[in-house]
């Protein structure tokens, strides 16, 4: 059963384009809403994570969206670069399962030069 | 500050031997995750080890098992390998079991 589901799952994007990437939970008690990127043979990299009692989140070129009565969060890549090419996942976390990330299937996002 | 660590990078393996995979926390975290990613699909949970006591298991048989040592490095064993086994393992560390967590380069696990 999939905890979190996320699309698309596969992306291009032109260079300076902006890069969109969804996903949609059914447990409302997940409580913590990070995007890992990785890179071919890499382990995943945090990149920018969210709570619940905030709607969006920026760092940078990336921003989380958060809509809690939807049970969905977005990452947003603006002005995406080539280096930015890599397979990004959601995931999600229950306060009471200590520390166990639920993650989506992952989208390859390939961005043209 | 030192990162997440593991090792070894990659391994072969054939059906039915047993291996250990080795991950060392990042300095001052004292918990650990272990996932495995299969090619294409996001990492699933397998266990994590918090003061050196399993603190939550995912749905893997019990031929996965783990350790913690008292400096919070951790081994991942798995026993009577089965081909689907071959993926990539991850370890992740974070203080006190909290969400941020924080991973590793991972294994890669090859079973003919």
């Known amino acids: 059963q999939q905890q979190v589901k996320q699309s698309p799952q596969s992306l291009i994007v032109q260079k300076g384009g902006i890069s969109i990437i969804n996903c949609a939970y059914e447990n409302t008690a997940f409580d913590y809403f990070p995007w890992y990127q990785q890179f071919p043979g890499k382990g995943p990299a945090l990149l920018i994570a969210i709570r619940p009692d905030v709607s969006e989140k920026k760092e940078g070129r990336f921003t989380i969206s958060f809509n809690k009565s939807a049970k969905q969060f977005s990452l947003h890549i603006m002005d995406s670069q080539p280096g930015d090419s890599a397979t990004y996942f959601c995931a999600t976390h229950r306060g009471s399962t200590l520390g166990r990330l639920y993650f989506g299937r992952g989208t390859q996002l390939t961005v043209w030069p | 500050e030192t990162g997440v660590t593991q090792s070894p990078t990659h391994l072969i393996k054939t059906r039915g031997q047993q291996v250990t995979l080795r991950c060392s926390s990042q300095?001052?975290?004292?918990?650990v995750s272990w996932y495995q990613q299969a090619l294409g699909q996001g990492p699933q949970f397998i266990f994590q080890y918090y003061r050196e006591e399993e603190n939550g298991r995912g749905n893997f048989p019990p031929r996965f098992s783990g350790l913690q040592f008292p400096n919070y490095s951790s081994e991942l064993n798995v026993n009577a390998l089965e081909l689907d086994d071959s993926a990539l393992y991850l370890c992740a560390s974070s203080l006190d079991g909290a969400d941020t967590q924080y991973f590793g380069p991972g294994t890669r696990l090859t079973v003919l």
């Open positions: 300095s001052g975290h004292n918990t």
